[in-house]
C-alpha cells in the first residue's frame, strides 16, 4: 500500500507561484509514475503533468510554459512548480502514484486563484 502526503496548496492571486509537493509515505521500490491531477467545481478529473521513470513529462496543453513537474528531493517524490496562475487553474491538485500496474491517490489539496487587485488602502480615523 502506497500513502502520499500532499502539501503547498492555498490561494493566490492571478498571476502568482504556487509549489504543490507529494510524497510516497514510504521507501519503496516499483514506482515508474506520479502524477498530479485536478478537479474543477463542476468539471471532471484531469491530468495535469505526469513525470514517467523520473524524466519523461507531459503535461495538459492548458499548463504547459507555467508549471513544471519534477522529482523531490526525497525519493518518491514529485513537486509542481505552478506560474503565472489563472483563475481557471482552481480546484483541487490530487497526487497520483503508480507502481506494479496499481493506482495510489493522495486526498487533494485545495489551489484558489483569485482575480482583481488590491488597491494601497486610504485611512480612515475616527474621533471620540
Known amino acids: 500500500q502506497v500513502q502520499l502526503a500532499e502539501s503547498g496548496g492555498g490561494s493566490v492571486q492571478a498571476g502568482g507561484s504556487l509549489k504543490l509537493s507529494c510524497a510516497a509515505s514510504?521507501?519503496?521500490?516499483?514506482?515508474?509514475?506520479m502524477a498530479w491531477y485536478r478537479q474543477a467545481p463542476g468539471k471532471q478529473r484531469e491530468l495535469v503533468a505526469r513525470?514517467?521513470?523520473?524524466?519523461?513529462?507531459t503535461y495538459a496543453d492548458s499548463v504547459q510554459g507555467r508549471f513544471t513537474i519534477s522529482e523531490g528531493a526525497a525519493k518518491n517524490a514529485v513537486d509542481l512548480e505552478m506560474d503565472n496562475l489563472k483563475p481557471e487553474d482552481t480546484g483541487v491538485y490530487c497526487c497520483?502514484?503508480?507502481?506494479?500496474?496499481?493506482?495510489?491517490w493522495g486526498q487533494g489539496t485545495q489551489v484558489t486563484v483569485y482575480s482583481g487587485s488590491w488597491g494601497q488602502g486610504t485611512q480612515v480615523t475616527v474621533s471620540p
Open positions: 497520483y502514484a503508480r507502481r506494479l500496474g496499481v493506482p495510489f
Open positions: 513525470i514517467f521513470e523520473g524524466l519523461q513529462t
Open positions: 514510504t521507501r519503496i521500490l516499483g514506482i515508474s509514475e
